[in-house]
């Protein structure tokens, strides 16, 4: 069955980096758009980032407004990985951090839309201190 385990998460200070990491099995990982979202306490869960298929090491990304410029995703077909760097977060960006995969059959479905992910992993948290 498809899985996907998130790993990097923890606490870092304000104006500090951190990378989240997201390792798929039991799919074609090459062939699948990866997304990040994010949780806070009390709110939905919010669009992060997310990255297209592809295996020409040419890939378009699309971020969030409130990440844009600091957080950059990427993916390494080779070990069904993709990564989110997060630099200067804030005490904002806490959340728990999910990891999703689209097969691209809902192509009417908004990127932004969590609704369009097939699988989702089960998070990992992340704390910023001010």
């Known amino acids: 069955q498809v899985q996907l385990v998130e790993s990097g998460g923890g606490l870092v200070q304000a104006g500090g980096s951190l990378r989240v990491s997201c390792v798929a099995s039991?799919?074609?990982?090459?062939?699948?758009?990866m997304g990040w979202f994010r949780q806070a306490p009390g709110k939905e869960r919010e669009f992060v980032a997310t990255i297209s298929a592809g295996t020409r090491n040419v890939y378009y990304a699309v971020y969030a407004d409130s990440v844009k410029g600091r957080f950059t995703i990427s993916r390494d077909n080779a070990k069904n990985t993709v990564h989110l760097q997060m630099n200067s977060l804030t005490p904002e960006d806490t959340a728990v951090y999910y990891c999703?995969?689209?097969?691209?059959?809902?192509?009417?479905?908004?990127?932004?839309?969590?609704?369009?992910?097939?699988?989702w992993g089960q998070g990992t948290q992340v704390t910023v201190s001010s």
């Open positions: 039991g799919l074609t990982f090459s062939t699948y758009a």
């Open positions: 999703a995969a689209d097969r691209g059959t809902s192509q009417s479905i908004r990127v932004t839309d969590r609704r369009r992910y097939n699988y």
